[in-house]
Every structure is written in structure tokens, then in C-alpha cells.
């Protein structure tokens, strides 16, 4: 799993497994997270976001669980394929008074796809 | 694409030399931030224009300077840089809205910048 501030972890797996990557985000009143995607030689993409009022949000092949007791995020790719290999990391966001614009950045975890 | 483009997108120069890097977004925001993004770490903010106003500088150095013209375009003046510079250089943009509500900022391609 990735904590901010930590070393980069990678995961590795299969082509059709399902791939989940995991978070520990350091502010209790953070309320708003978002997962973005980096491959090589881009910037990163966003992929999906949640709000703490949510435990759980699905997109297309992706879903992110948010648990707020333990300060946990995790993002689950479905049917893992190659061109999911890219770095995943999480940002979360505190909203404090007009300043809903800071986000804080993981250093991420390296997703390795194996056909 | 995600709408926001960056150019140039590799840019190599001296310590001594004055170059700028360009960020627009065709996305309708009114906020927009340039990040350095250095090999293993988070990204790091660096300025944030929200309504053509600067609302951060991160205690960046001087060296670097942004410059707002508009809600489309942002640019980051860069002059008497050093090799510890060299990053690549990330333009973002959002919609801000006064409530509570946070919107997700996306990414241009980023500069590929190296300070020799």
C-alpha cells in the first residue's frame, strides 16, 4: 500500500485479475479524495473521486472504497488489463474556509500489467 | 487529451538563460496551478491562480514566475535556475466554486525541464 510522503511500492499482476491499490491519507478532516492515473511521459489523469459522505463510488472497470475510521483509500481495477500499468496515486483534499483548492499528493504505487 | 495543453514539452537550458513555459486550458475553469514533480516524490504545488489572482505561491523561489493574463492562460517565467530544477513541470486547472463543493484538477502533459 502507499502512505504520503513513503517510498513508491509496486504491484504486480496478471492480465484479468483484479488490481487494488491502497492509500492512508493523513488528515482525519480531509473530505474529498480523488485517484489519478500517470503513464510514463504524461501528466497524470484523473480517474475517479469520492467524498467523505460516501463509503464506496464505481466508474467504468474502477471502484474506490473510502474508510474514514482508519483513514484507508483504496482504488480496485476490474479486469486489469496492460494499458492499466501507469503509477496510481491518491490526493486528498481538506477544505478549510476558501481554500478547497489544496490538494495533498502520494507519491503513488507502480502497477505493472503481465500479459 | 484532457484539455489543458503545455508547451514546450521538453525544454533544456543554462543556469544563465530566461525561458518560459505555457499552460492553457480550453475547459472553462477559473483556477488554474502550476506542480514540480521531482523523481520519487508527491507532487508539489507551487502557485495557484483562482480568478486571474494569485491565492498561493508556495514559498517557491524567485527564480520562478508565474504570470496569469487570463482565465485560459498561465505561464511560468523561469530565469538563474540551478540543476536541482530540473523536474517536470505540471499546469493544472479546476473549477472552483465558493461553497463547499471540490472539483478535481486536471493535468496537461507536463515540461520535461533540465537545468544543465
Known amino acids: 500500500g502507499e502512505s504520503v510522503g513513503l517510498h513508491l511500492p509496486t504491484l504486480s499482476v496478471q492480465e484479468g485479475d483484479n488490481s487494488i491499490i491502497n492509500c492512508a491519507y493523513s488528515?482525519?478532516?480531509?473530505?474529498?479524495f480523488i485517484w489519478y492515473k500517470q503513464e510514463s511521459g504524461k501528466g497524470p489523469q484523473f480517474i475517479i473521486d469520492i467524498r467523505s459522505n460516501m463509503d464506496k463510488r464505481q466508474g467504468q472497470r474502477v471502484t474506490v472504497l473510502l474508510n474514514k475510521t482508519v483513514k484507508h483509500l483504496s482504488l480496485q481495477i476490474a479486469a486489469t488489463q496492460p494499458g492499466d500499468s501507469a503509477v496510481y496515486f491518491c490526493?486528498?483534499?481538506?477544505?478549510?474556509?476558501?481554500?478547497?483548492?489544496?490538494?495533498?499528493f502520494g507519491k503513488g504505487t507502480l502497477l505493472t500489467v503481465n500479459p | 487529451e484532457t484539455g489543458v495543453t503545455q508547451t514546450p514539452r521538453h525544454l533544456v537550458m543554462g543556469m544563465t538563460n530566461k525561458k518560459s513555459l505555457k499552460c492553457e486550458q480550453h475547459l472553462g475553469h477559473n483556477a488554474m496551478y502550476w506542480y514540480k514533480q521531482s523523481a520519487k516524490k508527491p507532487l508539489e504545488l507551487m502557485f495557484v491562480y483562482s480568478l486571474e489572482e494569485r491565492v498561493e505561491n508556495n514559498s517557491v523561489p524567485s527564480r520562478f514566475s508565474p504570470e496569469c493574463p487570463n482565465s485560459s492562460h498561465l505561464f511560468l517565467h523561469l530565469h538563474t535556475l540551478q540543476p536541482e530544477d530540473s523536474a517536470l513541470y505540471l499546469c493544472?486547472?479546476?473549477?472552483?466554486?465558493?461553497?463547499?463543493?471540490?472539483?478535481?484538477?486536471?493535468f496537461g502533459p507536463g515540461t520535461r525541464l533540465t537545468v544543465l
Open positions: 490526493a486528498e483534499n481538506l477544505n478549510s474556509g476558501g481554500s478547497n483548492y489544496k490538494l495533498t
Open positions: 493544472a486547472s479546476s473549477q472552483q466554486t465558493s461553497g463547499r463543493a471540490h472539483m478535481a484538477q486536471y
Open positions: 488528515n482525519s478532516a480531509s473530505d474529498y
